[in-house]
Structure formats: C-alpha cells, structure tokens
C-alpha cells in the first residue's frame, strides 16, 4: 500500500499511546490499530479520530510513498 503510517506510529510512541491505551479508552477499534501497525487501509474516521488524539494534522501522520519505494523505505524502517 503506498500510504505507511510511520509517523502515526512515532507520534502514538511519542505520548505514550499503546495498544492497551487504545483498548482501554476506546479511541480506535483493535483491528483498526492492528491495521495502521501492519500498514492496511483504514478510514478517514479514524485519520480524523487520530488527529484529534494526537491533535495534528493528517499529513503529519501518513506519508505516500509509490509502491516500489514503499517496499524498500518500508524495510528500511523496521526495528
């Protein structure tokens, strides 16, 4: 998928939002979460429910990135 969500990623890292957070106060739905950390598709209510918790925009959460590139940038960020 070209769009990654790295950012989303670090920002949620950042204030210390993890899965638990997100199960306990309901911002997102587990399956929802468990797409932004595999890099599936999701909405853009939970984009717009994201930006409100992180309050930021939605560029500063997704990054489009051509398929080819994604691949590798995408290997390339793995820790």
């Known amino acids: 998928m070209p769009i990654v969500y790295n950012k989303m990623l670090k920002r949620l890292d950042e204030k210390g939002i993890t899965s638990y957070t997100v199960k306990r106060d309901g911002i997102i739905g587990q399956a929802t979460f468990r797409k932004i950390k595999e890099g599936g598709d999701i909405d ?30 995408e290997l390339g960020n793995q820790s």
Request: aromatic share 4%; net charge negative; charged share 35%.
């Open 44 to 73: 853009t209510r939970t984009i717009a429910k994201m930006c409100e918790v992180l309050e930021c925009q939605p560029g500063d959460l997704l990054e489009y990135v051509p398929e080819e590139k994604a691949t590798h940038k």
